[in-house]
């Protein structure tokens, strides 16, 4: 079957895609202390490398972007048919 034929009979199933921008380890002090609008640095900034994944496995990779103050992900590599 070619990829079309999968897109016509599957094009529309949803799927969750995750993409892991960064962890941190915070005290549940820290925690607490969290507001609406409260901000939680990460170690990583736009330009890095990150894993695209789809039911935990990578999928993909990409590149942390930002554009008129918006996150993005570029992707820069993409492998569907796992």
């Avoid at 900034?45 to 789809?54: F, H, T």
């Amino acid at each position: 079957m070619t990829v079309d034929g999968h897109t016509s009979l599957l094009g529309d199933v949803p799927f969750e895609i995750s993409v892991e921008l960064g962890r941190r380890n915070m005290s549940l002090r820290e925690l607490l202390h969290l507001r609406a609008n409260s901000v939680v640095t990460l170690s990583r900034s736009a330009g890095e490398n990150i894993d695209i994944l789809i039911g935990g496995e990578t999928i993909g990779f990409g590149e942390i972007v930002v554009i008129d103050n918006r996150t993005g992900i570029r992707i820069t590599a993409f492998n569907a048919e796992r």
